[in-house]
């Protein structure tokens, strides 16, 4: 079992920055591929970033490429997402994901049904 816990969500302003994190236990997550999904008022969950076992290799949905960036530190059992330049439409609630999977050519790690835990979430909102 691992238990994900999120933390960093919060209230900004267009234009600024947030940085999520997710605290894991139960288990070491270098066995695991990690991902960042969110949750708009009406809307399905959708992908937002993942990354791979090691953390040399990312991926991000393309709404959020070049202001989000994730990152892994294996040692201290923590996923990162740094969020910069942020709009209304990031207004969401940030899940964060762990699946015991390598990443393939079909992009699994967009998929919900691909990881295997869950965090509770950590509200975003963006103002205007």
């Known amino acids: 079992q691992v238990q994900l816990v999120e933390s960093g969500g919060g209230l900004v302003q267009a234009g600024g920055s947030l940085r999520l994190s997710c605290a894991a236990s139960?288990?070491?997550?270098?066995?695991?591929?990690m991902g960042w999904f969110r949750q708009a008022p009406g809307k399905e969950r959708e992908f937002v970033a993942a990354?791979?076992?090691?953390?040399?290799?990312?991926y991000y949905t393309d709404s959020v490429k070049g202001r989000f960036t994730i990152s892994r530190d294996n040692p201290k059992n923590t996923v990162l997402l740094q969020m910069n330049s942020l709009k209304p439409e990031d207004t969401a609630v940030y899940y964060c994901?762990?699946?015991?999977?390598?990443?393939?050519?079909?992009?699994?790690?967009?998929?919900?049904?691909?990881?295997?835990?869950w965090g509770q979430g950590t509200q975003v909102i963006v103002s205007s």
């Open positions: 994901a762990a699946g015991n999977f390598y990443v393939n050519s079909a992009g699994n790690y967009r998929q919900r049904n691909t990881y295997t835990y």
């Open positions: 139960g288990r070491t997550l270098n066995s695991y591929t």
């Open positions: 990354i791979n076992r090691s953390g040399s290799n990312t």
